[in-house]
Structure formats: structure tokens, C-alpha cells
T-cell receptor, first 111, second 116 residues
């Protein structure tokens, strides 16, 4: 069945460091891919999305490129801030109303 | 625009009591999802509705859990009787889409449930 695998956390970085959170997927068909972010005490919210191969989603300095050949959608940011501390979820949707979420990766950014 | 609204935001109850969680989806959305989040199990999909009809309730842990969506603007998740292992954050999310579309979900702030 469809699934998402993302790197285990927590990931701890110093402010202004480069961030990569790996995400790979297994899916039949042609899914849309998403990154959601959950700040402490809040619900998940969409960070970025890509709907087809080679698309790049971007938002708030974060980027991810839909790589069909490697079935990956890795999240990157060039310079993290303390305010980026949160849990990041990779997700896919192949249609049929349901989104498949990864387990989440917790990011801590130190000042 | 108002986002997804959940109530209560926090609930503390004793084992054996009935708990009712409420959700108002974003106006115009036609799909609604109930999730449970714990440290041990992460984010779990419990049930989802499309056009007020339950589509898949295979994630509901047991018969103590039930969910209804009597109209497009309201849903409830009920636990009766509650147990300490039900303690978690329960999220409601909504989206707009049709069977083959691939849509963003919009999450509410969650209800933090503690069963003593």
C-alpha cells in the first residue's frame, strides 16, 4: 500500500545551519506530495506542496522537489531560525479522500 | 475566514465517563477527518467523512468510539466509556475535494483529552 518514510528525529541544529529532512514514498499512481508543520500546541498546517514530478514547492525559505526517479521529497532550508523548531510531517495523497502522513520529524534549533 | 473550530480545547475526565468532542469544519469543505496524536503512536487517522457520509472508519480503535456528521458544518467524536489509554490530542481536519482529487487538509487546534 501507499506509505511515507521520513528520517527519525529529533534533529538538533544551531541557528543559521542548513536543514535537510529526508522523505521517501511508495505509491501507486501519481500522488501529490506535501510537507506539513506542527508548532508546539497547535494543529498541523501546510508548509508546501508539489503536484507532479520535478515540481518544486517552496514557502518561508523551505523547499522540496518532487523526484519521481528516487521517489523522494526531501525538505531543505538554507538557514534555520529558532522559530523553525517544530515537528515536520511528509505526506502524500493519491486521491480517494485520504492523505498518508509520515511519522514526523522533530526539529530543535538552538540560538 | 475562520479555520477549523474544535471544542473543548482541553478536557479532563474520569475513567468510565462519556466524552464528546466537537468540530466545525471550514465552510464549503466537503471532507472531514478525525485524527488522534500520541507520543507512542504518532498521528493516527480514526475516521473520515465525505459529504457527511462516513467513508472509512477502520481506524476507530474499538466500539467505545463513535463519530457522526449530521450536517456539513458539524461533527462529533464520542468516547463511551472513556479509559486512561484514550488520553491524547484529537484533531479534526477538513478539505474540499472529489474522489480523485488530491487536496490540502486544514487542521483545527486540537482537543487535549486526559482521562484519569
Amino acid at each position: 500500500g501507499d506509505s511515507v518514510t521520513q528520517m527519525e528525529g529529533p534533529v538538533t541544529l544551531s541557528e543559521e545551519a542548513f536543514l535537510t529532512i529526508n522523505c521517501t514514498y511508495t505509491a501507486t499512481g501519481y500522488p501529490s506530495l506535501f510537507w506539513y508543520v506542527q508548532y508546539p500546541g497547535e494543529g498541523l498546517q501546510l508548509l508546501l506542496k508539489a503536484t507532479k514530478a520535478d515540481d518544486k514547492g517552496s514557502n518561508k525559505g523551505f523547499e522540496a522537489t518532487y523526484r519521481k526517479e528516487t521517489t523522494s521529497f526531501h525538505l531543505e532550508k538554507g538557514s534555520v531560525q529558532v522559530s523553525d523548531s517544530a515537528v515536520y510531517f511528509c505526506a502524500l495523497d493519491t486521491g480517494g479522500f485520504k492523505t498518508i502522513f509520515g511519522a514526523g520529524t522533530r526539529l530543535f534549533v538552538k540560538a | 475566514d475562520a479555520g477549523v473550530i474544535q471544542s473543548p480545547r482541553h478536557e479532563v475526565t474520569e475513567m468510565g465517563q462519556e466524552v464528546t468532542l466537537r468540530c466545525k469544519p471550514i465552510s464549503g469543505h466537503n471532507s472531514l477527518f478525525w485524527y488522534r496524536q500520541t507520543m507512542m503512536r504518532g498521528l493516527e487517522l480514526l475516521i473520515y467523512f465525505n459529504n457527511n457520509v462516513p467513508i472509512d472508519d477502520s481506524g476507530m480503535p474499538e466500539d467505545r468510539f463513535s463519530a457522526k456528521m449530521p450536517n456539513a458544518s458539524f461533527s462529533t467524536l464520542k468516547i463511551q466509556p472513556s479509559e486512561p489509554r484514550d488520553s491524547a490530542v484529537y484533531f479534526c481536519a477538513s478539505s474540499w475535494g472529489y474522489r480523485d482529487s488530491q487536496e490540502t487538509q486544514y487542521f483545527g487546534p486540537g482537543t487535549r483529552l486526559l482521562v484519569l
